[in-house]
């Protein structure tokens, strides 16, 4: 299920990452809107938001991938990504371990041990939780920004607000 997952978010790759430069292209170009800041800055959270998911979607893919071609067919043992330890910790494996959350995959050892394989689990997770990161960053601003410019109206307006004793005189 996740493979399939996996191949509907590298087809959208493309189409974000030309979002991207199409919304880039707007905001450099002369003849943006007035607020334009503040409107790529909720664009920017979403599309961040866009891509841990997809990022993320993609290491699902990967993981259960590995962890499906692990245990079934010809050369399925030991698991593709535990084919990397060193020869003498490869005589040990006993089995293995797809983990979703956090993405990863693990090599089992017969004494217990617990070995991380190799794969782009790292940085799929790194990649995911700063796109994430970023989206979060960019609602706060927002956030702070809306705020930022209600109170500088509130202050505008009640500088020119006409007080009881000047209207009187």
């Known amino acids: 299920m996740f493979v399939v997952l996996m191949y509907g ?10 979002a991207v430069v199409v919304k880039l292209l707007s905001v450099a170009l002369p003849g943006r809107r007035q607020n334009w800041a503040e409107d790529l800055l909720r664009w ?14 993609i290491g699902l893919g990967v993981v259960q991938w590995d962890a499906s071609e692990a245990e079934s067919g010809a050369g399925s043992s030991p698991a593709f990504p535990c084919r990397s330890l060193p020869p003498g910790t490869l005589g040990q494996l006993a089995g293995h371990e797809p983990s979703y959350v956090p993405l990863g995959f693990d090599c089992l050892l017969h004494d217990g041990r617990v070995v991380a394989a190799d794969g782009p689990y790292g940085l799929l997770n790194a990649l995911a939780a700063g796109f994430a990161l ?3 960053l960019s609602l706060l601003a927002v956030g702070f920004l809306d705020e930022y410019r209600a109170r500088a109206e509130l202050k505008a307006g009640q500088g020119r607000a006409v007080g009881p004793a000047e209207d009187s005189g």
Request: overall charge neutral.
């Open 134 to 136: 970023a989206a979060v």
């Open 9 to 18: 978010a590298m087809l959208s790759v493309p189409f974000w990452a030309v």
């Open 44 to 57: 920017s959270a979403g599309m961040a938001a866009a891509a841990a998911v997809i990022v993320y979607s």
